[in-house]
């Protein structure tokens, strides 16, 4: 049996979508498993050990349909017996529809689609603490008699050279691996999804604060070096000397190399939490007021891991909303109301289990 599955655009999705291979091959182990992606993000699924072939969707392909359509017609040369469509955008339709598959399986957004023999509704509550974007995946391997509530986490695997390589870094940079060490997402994928700086560097005072041994490392990359200064600007002198401000990776890969000898990481929600979390690296996470927890805190366990929300502390603002767009447009004014002192608490109990 051969099946493509289709999972384009961001890191987070792709990550979560991974799954879905585990689970094929532990109830059919002889099948060819085929994953579609964006190109940017095939670090957080190199090596793994149950896709058996990856294609590329690159920039080019978004730019011209010319090249879409043939980036479809070649893939329709495999021959699959089933796809699965996660993405479900006019490029993984396109996909589809050329492809010889007999079971064609998506999401169901709501619109009629012949392409499609098999498409199920996002569910609105978790069965597990697995998180709806994992149960909402997981659902779309019914057709293919596999338990949806069968749960499987998602998992990046580094090599061991990648990871002595990391070690090697960290001690040349003078990082003490013996004390707490600590990764923080500074920033989101966006400044809605970026907890106000000011607040941001407060979250970090209270680590210091919490666990004055710690070394600080932030999560940033080159072309937002101004934001994250800015940020640790805003810390306290104290903070400032336990921050290693140039000791960051310098590539995805080398990111989550260092990142699995952190204790924890702090932060924004997004593709560095939900890495983290494949990498088995405890984390607390700070969601954007327009963002629905209960679909990306995976995982989420009240002790290894920990996220936090505007909605627990204040649900006024959430009252009578018929659509997160609205919540979206208001990102700035809720994220003021979302002040660290709310989950101060929290936050210091997340760091003692740690000590």
């Known amino acids: 049996m ?3 599955v289709i999972q384009q655009k961001m890191i987070g999705d792709v990550l979560a979508t991974s799954i879905l291979f585990k689970a094929i091959k532990q109830k059919y182990p002889n099948s060819e498993l085929h994953y579609v992606i964006n190109s940017h993000t095939f670090p957080v699924v190199e090596n793994n050990p149950f896709v058996d072939y990856f294609h590329f969707f690159t920039p080019e392909h978004e730019k011209s349909k010319l090249k ?14 089933v796809v699965i469509d996660v993405y479900i955008k006019l490029s993984s339709k396109l996909i589809t529809f050329l492809s010889k598959a007999k079971t064609k399986i998506s999401i169901n957004k709501g619109q009629k689609s012949l392409i499609y023999n098999h498409t199920f509704k996002h569910k609105l509550k978790a069965d597990t603490n697995a998180g709806l974007a994992i149960e909402n995946r997981l659902q ?10 069968k749960i499987v986490r998602p998992k990046i695997y580094l090599t061991e050279n990648e990871k002595n390589e990391a070690k090697l870094f960290l001690e040349s940079n003078h990082i003490d691996l013996e004390k707490p060490l600590f990764m923080i997402g500074v920033l989101g994928s966006g400044s809605n ?39 640790l600007d805003l810390c306290t002198a104290e903070t400032k000397k336990k921050v290693y401000f140039n000791v960051f990776g310098k590539s995805l890969r080398s990111f989550l190399a260092i990142t699995s000898y952190c204790d924890a990481l702090i932060g924004n929600e997004g593709g560095a939490i939900n890495m983290a ?11 954007s007021p327009w963002i629905k927890k209960e679909a990306w805190n995976m995982f989420d366990d009240g002790q290894k891991h920990v996220s936090t929300h505007l909605k627990d502390y204040n649900k006024a603002p959430y009252q009578d909303i018929k659509h997160p767009k609205i919540l979206k447009s208001k990102a700035s004014e809720l994220y003021l109301d979302f002040k660290p002192s709310y989950f101060e608490s929290d936050l210091k109990e997340f760091l003692r289990r740690l000590s």
Do not use: C, G, H
């Open 193 to 231: 999804k970026t907890y106000p700086f000011e607040y941001m560097a407060k979250v970090i005072d209270q680590i210091v604060l919490e666990q004055p041994d710690s070394q600080i490392l932030f999560n940033y990359i080159p072309k937002q070096e101004a934001d994250a200064k800015a940020i």
């Open 140 to 149: 779309l391997l019914t057709p293919l008699d596999i338990d949806p509530l």
């Open 68 to 81: 879409l359509f043939k980036f479809a017609k070649d893939l329709n040369k495999e021959s699959f017996d």
């Open 277 to 287: 979390k494949a990498l088995y690296v405890p984390t607390f996470t700070i969601f």
């Open 2 to 4: 051969k099946i493509l």
